[in-house]
């Protein structure tokens, strides 16, 4: 049903991108506006799940996605102040079937912008839209030069503050949840384990994990304070900062923190789902439908899954009726994981030394005599196939 029907997609990230490959695919003439003068991303790691994996192998992209990201072993927790191990799961033996990739942001974005201009994607850049204007046959776009862009279909895949959620629902204020975040790469010592490595402490914890064949490791680090941090990505801070915060740490997590020469920080918002996802020939996907704090690495893989089911909708129920079905099959998933990201915020940070050790403790046992059972808690996430709706 979506054979020459005119779509545009609003946002060139990962969301974006993923959604005009699947469109494009089903006989859609795409255009990705992307508001930026080049396709690229802000220096950041990335974990891709398997149910974010199957979305790229449906895609036909799974074989360039295992060359390009690196396949994670599994995700060893440690006592951020003694360098103690905690648990340690072996994706080999708790899920070996299952990929697990670890991406720098960027190759990510290189694979999907080649991906989509093979399908015929129409990738227009430097393309900054001030409003939408739906009618009953479809959406006219205002640029910021003056130009003014007709599509039967629109999309929003801009992020945060998407102009297309603006247009579907009422504005809502951020809640600052007291944590902030810092994010940098540094070059690999050679000596890092091929897994992602949370070390967790006092009211802070830092995740680690290699990316590019492990020639660099990608850092994370957040920590819980009552001082206000300006939301978004781009904001340096002296990385000085980020070593003073996490002085005390083990000798493995400051010689990371040492390499460190330039670092981002933001502060975490919690952002409510959006109420309205659709309406007429307008629907939202990603971050702009339910933006989710970074603690259950799920925040591009619910996009790419949005990406795939939203265009299945528009092609089995049409542009009309495709909007209702989508959001339908995605609201109630995309809250949970949502919902899971938000509980998730302090489960590494035991400020209390007693709590933290019989915390500590329980995982340990749990991870010696059942480890299928502690990556079981979140097979309801990694189980999930999309692309089989």
Known sequence: MLKNQNITILGGGIGGLTASIALAQRGAQVTVLEQAEAITEVGAGLQISPNGYRVLAALGLGA?????????????????????????????????????LLFHRADLIDLLAKGAREAGVDIRLGQQVNAVAPDADGVTLSLQDGSSHRTDYLVGADGLHSVVRGVLNKAHA?????????????????????????????????????????????????????EWAEEGWFHQDDPANLRRVFSGFCDDAMALLERVEQVHVWGLFRHPVANCWHKGRMAIMGDAAHPTLPF????????????????????RAGLEKGGALYQSLREDRATQIVDAANKNARNYHYANPIARFAGHNLLRVAGRMAPRAVYGRFRWIYDADVTRG
Request: hydrophobic share 45%; proline share 5%; net charge negative.
């Open 64 to 100: 360039r996605a295992q060359e390009m990201g690196l396949r994670s072993s599994g995700v060893w927790l440690r006592d951020g102040l003694t360098g103690r191990e905690v648990v340690d799961l072996d994706f080999q033996k708790t899920a070996p079937l299952d990929v697990f």
């Open 174 to 226: 951020p809640f600052f949840t007291g944590q902030v975040a810092w994010r940098a790469i540094v070059p690999a010592s050679g000596r890092e384990q091929t897994e992602a490595t949370v070390f967790m402490g006092p009211g802070r914890h830092m995740v680690t994990y290699p990316l590019r064949g492990g020639s660099v490791v990608n850092i994370v680090a957040v920590e819980e304070r009552s």
């Open 296 to 315: 259950m690495a799920q925040g591009a893989v619910m996009a790419m899954e949005d990406a795939w089911v939203l265009a299945s909708s528009l092609d």
